[in-house]
């Protein structure tokens, strides 16, 4: 199960690359990026649509959807300010060096997430060797970045 995870993992992250260089790409399409995010999102949304209805869903009652904190809707505004940035950001320094300056702050992030355990998820503890990984990620992106031109 572990492997499969891993390889599931490993695909969306190819994915994502795939996703930025494609949204810049449709970025350049539109008058402005922000048209490009809404065209990106009104697929994914139907997509999602299609499959929740192909699978017959049940739909939640407003009564539980009024009782979700407020802070849990922010995800659809998070992902709309990834798509964004991939699509200005992208076009200007390359899909490599814009997903490893993601990658920096995705470590960074998650590992004070895991670490307080914010967000209602199960805490891990920052140990040494995770502190270590987490720099090598960084330190990784920090030599990607060392010849990236950013206009």
Same mark, same amino acid.
């Given at each position: 199960?572990?492997?499969?995870?891993?390889?599931?993992?490993?695909?969306?992250?190819?994915?994502?690359?795939? /996703?930025?260089?494609?949204?810049? /790409?449709?970025? $350049?399409?539109?008058?402005?990026?922000?048209?490009?995010? !809404?065209?990106?999102?009104?697929?994914?949304?139907?997509?999602?649509?299609?499959?929740?209805?192909?699978?017959?869903?049940?739909?939640?009652?407003?009564?539980?959807?009024?009782?979700?904190?407020?802070?849990?809707?922010?995800?659809?505004?998070?992902?709309?300010?990834?798509?964004?940035?991939?699509?200005?950001?992208?076009? $200007?320094?390359?899909?490599?060096?814009?997903?490893?300056?993601?990658?920096?702050?995705?470590?960074?992030?998650?590992?004070?997430?895991?670490?307080?355990?914010?967000? /209602?998820?199960?805490?891990?503890?920052?140990?040494?060797? $995770?502190?270590?990984?987490?720099?090598?990620?960084?330190?990784?992106?920090? !030599?990607?970045?060392?010849?990236?031109?950013?206009?």
């Amino acid at each position: 199960m572990k492997s499969l995870l891993t390889l599931i993992a490993f695909t969306a992250g190819a994915a994502t690359s795939a /996703q930025a260089a494609i949204n810049a /790409q449709l970025g $350049r399409r539109f008058l402005h990026p922000m048209q490009a995010a !809404l065209a990106s999102f009104t697929i994914g949304t139907l997509a999602c649509l299609v499959i929740c209805l192909t699978m017959r869903l049940a739909w939640p009652s407003l009564a539980r959807l009024a009782s979700v904190p407020w802070w849990l809707w922010l995800g659809g505004l998070l992902g709309t300010c990834y798509v964004l940035t991939s699509i200005i950001v992208t076009q $200007r320094i390359g899909v490599a060096a814009m997903l490893a300056l993601v990658i920096a702050g995705q470590m960074a992030m998650s590992v004070l997430i895991d670490h307080y355990g914010w967000f /209602q998820v199960t805490p891990r503890a920052l140990t040494l060797l $995770r502190t270590i990984g987490a720099v090598m990620v960084i330190g990784g992106v920090a !030599l990607m970045m060392l010849k990236t031109r950013i206009d």
